[in-house]
């Protein structure tokens, strides 16, 4: 079936450091594929999302670019700050309406 | 505000005892999802409603039930409670083709 496979964490980075987490997906079909954060003590919030191949989303300075090609969609910062530490979870939508997640990437920067 | 609202936002409770979580999903969203997250951060999705009708099951132990109502608000029941139950909660509801908006959460520990 669907699923989303992404990079295991912890990551630590400093603050201005570049940030990639990988995410892949397989698929039947050609799903649309999101990330969301969760910030501590709180759900999840969609951070950006891609419909279709070679789209981009990006918000608050993340983006990700759906890739068929190596059915990949990895979230990238080009600097992030201490603010951006949370739990990433990439995931895809199929069935129109269902949602399978990864297993989610702890981020944590420092100052 | 996601517009999806869940209560209680925490609950502590003894072995044994049952507890109702309940979600109001979004304005104009059918489906309805109930979401554990344990301590090591990952997802497992429990029972999926849509307009009243059970639809999915995921990983949903039998000492737990839920039920979607007419005004489209849910209830998780869980029942006979251990201490492996202290988890997260979170009910997320959608719109065909958007992905899912998430509620913050019902934190349950068990004591």
């Known amino acids: 079936g669907d699923s989303v496979t992404q990079m295991e964490g912890p990551v630590t980075l400093s603050e201005e450091a570049f940030l990639t987490i990988n995410c892949t997906y397989t698929?039947?079909?050609?799903?649309?594929l999101f990330w969301y954060v969760q910030y501590p003590g709180e759900g999840l919030q969609l951070l950006l999302k891609?419909?279709?191949?070679?789209d981009k989303g990006s918000n608050k300075g993340f983006e990700a670019t759906y890739r068929k090609e190596t059915t990949s969609f990895h979230l990238e910062k080009g600097s992030v700050q201490v603010s951006d530490s949370a739990v990433y979870f990439c995931?895809?939508?199929?069935?129109?309406?269902?949602?399978?997640f990864g297993a989610g990437t702890r981020l944590t920067v420092k100052p | 505000d996601s517009g999806v609202t869940q209560t209680p936002k925490h609950l502590i409770t003894a072995t044994g005892q049952r507890v109702t979580l309940r979600c109001s999903p979004r304005?104009?969203?059918?489906?309805v999802y109930w979401y554990q997250q344990s301590l090591d951060q990952g997802l497992q999705f429990l029972i999926q409603?849509?307009?009243?009708?059970?639809?999915a099951k995921g990983n949903i132990l039998e000492r737990f039930s839920a039920q979607q109502f007419p005004d489209l608000h849910s209830e998780l029941n869980l029942s006979s409670l251990e201490l492996g139950d202290s988890a997260l909660y979170f009910c997320?509801?959608?719109?065909?083709?958007?992905?899912?908006?998430f509620g913050s959460g019902t934190r349950l520990t068990v004591v």
């Open positions: 997320a509801s959608s719109v065909a083709g958007h992905g899912h908006t």
């Open positions: 698929a039947t079909g050609y799903p649309s």
């Open positions: 891609a419909t279709k191949a070679d």
């Open positions: 995931a895809l939508l199929y069935n129109n309406n269902d949602m399978r």
């Open positions: 304005s104009g969203d059918l489906s």
């Open positions: 409603y849509y307009n009243g009708e059970e639809r």
